[in-house]
Each structure stands twice: as structure tokens, then as C-alpha cells.
């Protein structure tokens, strides 16, 4: 089969998965409503129970997990080319703790400046993401011989740990309340409560997505060595730039949205490999549109396995990606 004809068939198939996925769950919850009367534009908006619980209450949720399931699992899949490491994910590198202390900053100093609809949590969280950016990159490249991946690596690690005891000492010195909504928001929470903070992550998103589009060629070469593919005209240290600038840009917005849901990024990227292969031109949009799908499900089940109450998506995602994460280890030994 063709590398065209193979990449509209998986596309074909996952995006109709998908799809359905992102209109079914919705309908799904404490209360459930009927689809086409959700539709139904013969019912005035003010009588259209459906309606509201559709579009004001699931769908911003819906379109938020997809969002941030999407970005997380390729942002996964070009971090673990980039590494050329089967366990690294979105959250190597130290963004993810950095969104996060942004946010425990803001809870915690109770700012509420706003703009454009957007709280000032999830700006704080990715203003966050940007300082780790900045911090991880210029610790990679500081021997001005490209950027090195090992140290990339150690630098985020490190990272992790030392904005995680801020983040730790942070919640000491908060009260109750926002010693709560801190370890709520850590958990990760995919209720955004409209579509403002959706619009506001959109453009990064699709900035970052922008570039992967064009990585693909690259990655597969980068994943069997540098100089393999400087061999091959690749620009390694422009490619490993891009890859690593376009895959932090996307933690950094998803984790802004929704908290750092972890396991996303190295669940679906492994679970689409052992079904599509290893070409990164089918990975990675079969892993873009099954992150999407898979977010979402375990956040349904997550708002329908304990209902009325609501579980956040994190444990999910956490219960679902620990045993997969150790199986891979396993798997690797």
C-alpha cells in the first residue's frame, strides 16, 4: 500500500472515530439528552433543555479534552523522536511544572486580573510554561555547539524537581481554599467553564501543530541518529529547535487549559505505533486524532463512573497510564 493511499485510510478511519466520539459524549452524563433534539432548531433556545446542557455545559468540556488530548499526544510523539527515547513525554521537560507553579502563583496570590475572557490561572500557567521553556533551552544550548538532547533531558528533569518543591512550598504557605483548588487544579480539570480559555490556547496550538506538519520527514531520520540524518540533508540542530520550541509551545497551552493531565503523551503515542507502524507521516496524525478521542472518553468516564460526582480526568488518565507506563518498562528491559 501506498504511503498516501495508507495515510487517508488511517486518517479516514481514526477521524471517523473520532468524530464520533466528539458528538456522542456530550449526550452522556448525570442528566442524558437527546442529540437531534439538541439539534432541533424548531424549539426556542429558552425551552431547549438539551440544548443548554449540549452546547453551554459538554460541549466547551468536550472540545477542551479533544484539544488538549490532541496536543499532548503529539507533542509526545515528536518529543520521543526528538529524545530518541520510547519514554519520553510532554512533561520531560519541565514545562508542565512550570505551568503548573505559574498557576499555584496566581491561586495563591488570589490575582484576579483577566483578559479576553481568560481567568488569570491559566495566563499565570502559561507564562509558566514560557519561563521553563526559556530556562531548558538555554541550558541545552549554552555550549553553543548545537542543542544537545542529553542535556535537554537533564536540564528538564532537574527542572521538574525544583519547580515541584516550589510548587510544594507554595501550597504551605496557602490557606484551606487555595490549598484546595491548587491540588484540584493539579489533578487536571477539564472544566473550562465556556469557550473563551479554548480561544485563547487555540492559536498557540495551531502554531505548534503548524510545525509539526512539516517535521515528520525529520523525525524519522532524527530517531535513527544525527548523523544519520545530516547524512540524509537534514538540519539537525534547526530540526531539533523547531521540534522541541513547536512541542513545549503545545505542553505549555494544553497544560494552561486543563491542568497537567498526565499519561497522554506517552500512552496514545505507543498505542498507535503497535497499530499504524512506526512511520512518523502516519504516527502522527493518527496519534493527534486518537489523543483527542481518548482524552475525551476518560473524561466522560471520569464525569459518569461516580455521578453525580465528578472525577477529575487526571486520576483517570493516571490509573489508566500508570500500569501502561510499566508495562513499558518492562517491555524495554
Same mark, same amino acid.
Given at each position: ?19 464520533? @466520539?466528539?458528538?456522542?459524549? !456530550? ?5 442524558? +439528552? ?9 424549539? !426556542?433556545?429558552?425551552?431547549?433543555? =438539551? ?11 468536550? $472540545? ?25 513525554? !510532554? ?7 512550570? %505551568? ?5 502563583? %496566581?491561586?495563591? /496570590? ?11 490561572? !491559566?495566563? &499565570? ?13 538555554? $541550558? ?18 532537574? #527542572?521538574?524537581?525544583?519547580?515541584? &518543591?516550589? +510548587? ?17 487544579? $493539579?489533578?487536571? =480539570? ?9 480561544? *485563547? &490556547? ?21 530517531? /535513527?541518529?544525527? =548523523? ?43 498505542? @498507535? ?12 496524525? *493518527? ?21 453525580? #460526582? ?5 486520576? +483517570? ?15 524495554? &528491559?
Amino acid at each position: 500500500m501506498s504511503l498516501r493511499r495508507r495515510l487517508l485510510t488511517v486518517v479516514g478511519i481514526f477521524g471517523a472515530a473520532t468524530l464520533t @466520539v466528539l458528538l456522542w459524549a !456530550p449526550t452522556m452524563g448525570s442528566t442524558s +439528552i437527546s442529540l437531534s433534539r439538541a439539534f432541533d432548531t424548531g424549539v !426556542p433556545w429558552a425551552d431547549n433543555v =438539551d440544548a443548554q446542557i449540549f452546547f453551554v455545559a459538554r460541549l466547551p468540556r468536550v $472540545l477542551a479534552g479533544a484539544l488538549i488530548g490532541a496536543t499532548l499526544a503529539a507533542a509526545g510523539v515528536v518529543l520521543q523522536a526528538l529524545m530518541r527515547n520510547p519514554l519520553a513525554t !510532554p512533561f520531560t521537560l519541565g514545562v508542565s511544572a512550570g %505551568a503548573a507553579l505559574g498557576a499555584m502563583l %496566581a491561586i495563591a /496570590m488570589r490575582l484576579d486580573v483577566g483578559a479576553l475572557g481568560v481567568s488569570s490561572v !491559566p495566563i &499565570a500557567s502559561f507564562l509558566g510554561s514560557l519561563v521553563a521553556i526559556a530556562i531548558v533551552y538555554g $541550558l541545552a544550548s549554552s555550549q553553543r555547539r548545537g542543542l544537545s538532547t542529553n542535556v535537554l533531558l537533564l536540564a528538564g528533569v532537574t #527542572l521538574n524537581s525544583f519547580f515541584s &518543591a516550589l +510548587i510544594l512550598f507554595v501550597q504551605y504557605l496557602a490557606d484551606f481554599a487555595e490549598s484546595f483548588r491548587t491540588v484540584r487544579w $493539579l489533578m487536571g =480539570d477539564l472544566d473550562v467553564g465556556g469557550y473563551g480559555p479554548i480561544v *485563547a &490556547a487555540t492559536p498557540f496550538i495551531v502554531a505548534a501543530f503548524a510545525v509539526f506538519a512539516v517535521l515528520p520527514r525529520a523525525l524519522n531520520l532524527l530517531t /535513527m541518529g544525527e =548523523d544519520m540524518a545530516a547524512s540524509r540533508g537534514v538540519e539537525v540542530v534547526k530540526a531539533q529547535r523547531w521540534a522541541f520550541f513547536s512541542a513545549s509551545l503545545a505542553t505549555g497551552a494544553a497544560v494552561s487549559l486543563g491542568g497537567p493531565v498526565g499519561f497522554i503523551g506517552i500512552v496514545v503515542p505507543h498505542l @498507535v505505533r503497535l497499530m499504524v507502524g512506526s512511520d512518523h507521516r502516519v504516527v502522527l496524525p *493518527a496519534a493527534t486524532l486518537f489523543g483527542a478521542a481518548f482524552l475525551v472518553l476518560c473524561d466522560l468516564l471520569a464525569r459518569t463512573i461516580m455521578a453525580p #460526582l465528578e472525577i477529575p480526568v487526571g486520576i +483517570i488518565t493516571a490509573l489508566i497510564g500508570g500500569p501502561f507506563f510499566l508495562w513499558l518498562l518492562v517491555r524495554q &528491559a
